[in-house]
């Protein structure tokens, strides 16, 4: 197949690759296990938004943690929310559990609070 490639474009063999796209891939050869996963994506955004240090919650969200959200009136930087929520917007293709989650995080996007 590389062979093929090469008579019909200009293409340089790079090895066996370990990212694409932002996903993480890991191939085990042997056992004939192929892994990808997006902890490399996951970990941009949470540096990106300073958000390392957060205590995780269990999900999906708790029903008083919902209730909690619209409570406070703390208004934040609505821009840099909706940059946040659509990097884990991208989240969803390979973790389908966080569904719920985001789309409860969406429905704040238009008007934030400091706690959301």
């Known amino acids: ?24 891939i890991t ?7 192929l892994c990808i996963d997006q902890s490399a994506y996951t970990h941009n955004i949470l540096q990106r938004f300073q958000a390392e240090n957060l205590t995780s919650s269990s999900m999906p969200i708790e029903t008083s943690a919902q209730s909690q959200l619209a409570e406070d009136e703390e208004d934040f930087d609505a821009q840099r929310y909706q940059q946040a ?15 719920f989650t ?10 934030p609070q400091i706690n959301h």
């Open 85 to 99: 929520v659509e990097g884990l917007m991208h989240l969803l293709h390979m973790c389908l559990e966080l569904t």
């Open 27 to 33: 191939r085990d050869q042997k056992n004939r296990i």
């Open 102 to 111: 985001i789309g409860k995080v969406c429905q704040y996007s238009a008007k």
């Open 1 to 24: 197949m590389k062979a093929f490639i090469r008579v019909k474009f200009q293409a340089k063999d790079l090895g066996e690759a370990k990212v694409c796209l932002g996903i993480h």
